[in-house]
């Protein structure tokens, strides 16, 4: 079957840590992104990827990094130089066209201790 | 940049009732996207409008475009407790990109039943 795959589906950390959240699709989808969720708000973007090798900063991109060196895989790290990086993670994907239609991962819940 | 606005934030019903919700931008969009997220997974979409005045039904689903196209509006019918969840709208992001979405705050549904 075809989709998007996140894991870990919770990923504990200590604070200070860089963590890592894995995000692969077998779309063949050429785009990718990271959304960052916090409880009663909308969808935030971090970073996204229109192709191999190539990403662009979201609204949200400070404290993250990302790597995009093969189409099926757009892994986001966290780096301990984000303030506050207790929230849910979401990644999506899509191929560009008529309504640039993004499709969702279950997505990875961080908790920073 | 754009913003959508999405009412209400929250609605609680009875099981059998209908729902309205509606989302409007600051600017006008060539397509909206209406999606779904269940507590704790990633946000899926329901249905897609491209052009304006469209109505397009999904079940017990039904959404339109707005003429003005700065509008659109979601109705479910006969709601039952599986409809539980956080609804968002979303529409091309701005600067014309073709990758990017902006997405409205959503509207949590709570059935009882």
């Known amino acids: 079957d075809g989709g998007i795959t996140q894991s870990p589906k919770y990923l504990f950390r200590k604070e200070g840590q860089n963590v890592t959240l894995s995000c692969e699709q077998n779309?063949?989808?050429?785009?990718m992104y990271w959304y960052r969720q916090d409880p009663g708000q909308g969808l935030r973007l971090i970073y996204y990827?229109?192709?191999?090798?190539?990403?662009q900063k979201g609204d949200i991109a400070e404290g993250y990094s990302v790597s995009r060196e093969k189409k099926e895989s757009f892994p986001l790290t966290v780096t301990s130089a984000q303030k506050n990086p207790t929230a849910f993670y979401l990644c999506?994907?899509?191929?560009?066209?008529?309504?640039?239609?993004?499709?969702f991962g279950p997505g990875t819940r961080l908790t920073v201790l | 940049g754009q913003q959508l606005n999405q009412s209400p934030q929250s609605m609680f019903i009875q099981e059998g009732e209908d729902v309205s919700m509606n989302c409007t931008s600051s600017?006008?969009?060539?397509?909206w996207l209406w999606y779904k997220q269940e507590p704790g997974e990633g946000p899926v979409l329901l249905i897609a409008?491209?052009?304006?005045?469209e109505l397009t039904s999904n079940g017990r689903l039904t959404a339109q475009f707005g003429i003005t196209r700065k509008d659109s509006f979601l109705n479910i019918s006969a709601s039952i407790p599986s409809d539980v969840g956080i609804y968002f709208c979303?529409?091309?992001?701005?600067?014309?990109?073709?990758?990017?979405?902006?997405f409205g705050k959503g509207t949590l549904l709570t059935v009882n039943p």
């Open positions: 999506a994907s899509s191929t560009p066209g008529r309504g640039n239609e993004q499709f």
């Open positions: 779309l063949n989808h050429d785009a």
């Open positions: 990827s229109q192709i191999v090798n190539d990403f």
């Open positions: 600017s006008i969009f060539n397509t």
């Open positions: 409008l491209y052009k304006a005045g």
């Open positions: 979303a529409g091309p992001g701005s600067g014309g990109s073709n990758y990017k979405l902006t």
